[in-house]
């Protein structure tokens, strides 16, 4: 009877060993996706007086509305001036972009901010949101292909 006892225990410490060291070296995967944001840059300050020093942007990003916990600094955006008059007496509108990468699946909430030389952010743009969905679809299926062969006789 002592030999069964302990062979059960045996088999109950093999399998939590087994089951520990599975858990330990099975691989962790995060999907993530890509989200491409689009914004004017301010050409005035909170002043009035024009905008001389840009120096960059900040864009954050939570998982809940008016929460942002992650933040991207001084982002490399795209920008561009549009040639339309910003009308602040300032210059053109100029449109930025930037692609996020590797965002966690879910919904994220995003705001961009501005900074300038002196380290001074500005307030954060309106917020935007995006359901970012990493997974690929799966693999096409039912492929065929027709083979046609072509001949061609010529008889002299």
Not at 48 to 59: E, K, L
Not at 90 to 109: E, H, K, L, V, W
Not at 126 to 144: R, V
Request: aromatic content about 8%.
């Amino acid at each position: 009877m002592k030999k069964m006892i302990l062979g059960k225990s045996l088999r109950k410490m093999i399998f939590a060993w087994v089951l520990f060291i599975g858990l330990m070296f099975a691989p962790l995967y995060a999907i993530a996706g890509d989200a491409t944001l689009t914004w004017n840059a301010p050409t005035t300050n909170t002043d009035a007086s024009c905008v001389t020093d840009h120096a960059g942007f900040n864009v954050y990003f939570g998982t809940s509305s008016g929460s942002y916990n992650t933040e991207l600094t001084n982002v490399p955006a795209t920008c561009n001036d549009t040639g339309v008059d910003a009308g602040t007496g300032c210059g053109n509108i100029i449109s930025c972009n930037y692609i996020a990468t590797d965002i966690p699946d879910g919904m994220r909430y995003f705001v961009v901010t501005a900074f300038d030389l002196a380290g001074n952010n500005s307030e954060p743009s309106n917020e935007q949101s995006k359901l970012i969905d990493g997974t690929s679809p799966s693999s096409p299926a039912n492929l065929t292909v027709d083979i046609n062969v072509n001949v061609t006789v010529t008889v002299n």
